[in-house]
């Protein structure tokens, strides 16, 4: 367990010969999302720095001696995870990267998708902060979930959000962009990471999987940033 975030730059030159990544990450910085925002932020595009800071991620990798054939990508379907992947792309050296659209990365831990919208206007980081409390590891978590709770239990959903980036990651560094709701229940659940509505994970910010050249026996995971800083303090 850690309670921090190690740079990128630092983690892929700590990446063994044999070792590949599967890296999931929040998009770069954003616009800001309005509070009647009636599609909570859907069409919200990157900033010009959220596109600089994708640029500069994809320089780190390719630093790190990762050529554009070792790379992969994939997205959300929403715009700013889209362009945020070719942006990390176009760092790597790749001149029209191929972005695989994933469906599930964005809205991936959402069961109930009305009992979703109500924890949307309700409070989104209070929402999601009260879920992975009520479903933390030192939690007693034995009742059966309710199908009308908007989000799916913590630990399996995670599992199988790991499970999800090993088969479909194929290259020595796979990039998978989403958004913060859906990468902090995975740092919270592997990597004992601990969010708050005033303490919230930053842009450019994930979780990397470190597994052995077979692609699918996981060596560890570490909790990365592309910024100075993997917290937002509000």
Excluded at 37 to 51: F, N
Excluded at 127 to 146: F, H, K, M, P, Y
């Amino acid at each position: 367990m850690t309670n921090d975030f190690v740079s990128a730059q630092a983690f892929f030159e700590s990446l063994a010969p044999d070792e590949r990544v599967c890296l999931l990450v929040r998009h770069g910085e954003r616009n800001h999302i309005t509070p009647n925002d009636p599609d909570y932020g859907a069409h919200v595009g990157l900033t010009e720095r959220g596109r600089e800071q994708a640029l500069g991620l994809g320089r780190v990798v390719s630093a790190s001696g990762k050529s554009p054939a070792d790379v992969c990508f994939f997205s959300s379907p929403v715009g700013r995870c889209v362009e945020t992947a070719e942006y990390i792309g176009k760092g790597c050296g790749v001149k029209a990267p191929e972005v695989e659209k994933l469906d599930c990365l964005a809205e991936y831990f959402v069961q109930n998708y009305a009992a979703y919208e109500a924890v949307l206007r309700a409070g989104f980081y209070e929402g999601i902060c009260e879920w992975l409390a009520a479903n933390s590891r030192e939690a007693e978590v034995t009742e059966t979930q309710d199908a009308d709770a908007p989000f799916y239990p913590l630990a399996e959903r995670s599992e199988e959000m790991l499970s999800m980036m090993l088969e479909k990651g194929y290259a020595r560094v796979n990039v998978f962009v989403t958004h913060d709701a859906w990468v902090v229940p995975c740092l919270t659940h592997f990597c004992g990471l601990k969010f708050t509505p005033q303490r919230w994970m930053n842009f450019l910010t994930g979780m990397a999987v470190v597994v052995g050249s077979d692609g699918q026996t996981v060596r560890r995971i570490v909790p990365v940033t592309a910024l100075p800083t993997g917290w937002l303090q509000f």
